[in-house]
């Protein structure tokens, strides 16, 4: 899934990249969207996140000096998130 940090409260945020949801796979939206359709506003879930927790830049690729990409540093962390109703549905008639 596309990147989602986590803020203090525990909240996924831009950055962290969702790979498990009650034990079910996540690979790509489909699974996200088909494994959320288990659940309801109210239930508990626990969600494991990949984080980045530091980048190292690889050179500018002169000279033999490094390839010129980024490599990142990645931990996995366990989420419990209470599943809440979205504020409004979407208005998909227009």
Same mark, same amino acid.
């Given at each position: 899934m596309r990147g989602t940090t986590r803020n203090p409260l525990g909240l996924i945020q831009l950055g962290d990249i969702i $790979?498990?949801? !009650?034990? =079910? =796979?996540i690979n790509n939206e489909a699974d996200l969207f088909k494994t959320l359709e288990k659940y309801r506003p109210g239930d508990k879930i626990k969600i494991v996140v &990949?984080?980045?927790? @530091?980048? &190292?830049e690889g050179g500018n690729g002169e000279g033999g000096r490094g390839n010129?990409?980024?490599?990142?540093?990645t931990e996995r962390v366990i989420l !419990? $998130? &209470?599943? &809440?109703? @979205?504020? @409004?549905?979407? =208005?998909?008639?227009r």
């Open positions: $790979v498990q949801i !009650n034990g =079910d =796979d &990949k984080r980045v927790i @530091s980048v &190292k010129g990409l980024a490599t990142a540093e !419990n $998130v &209470k599943l &809440k109703a @979205s504020a @409004s549905p979407v =208005d998909t008639a």
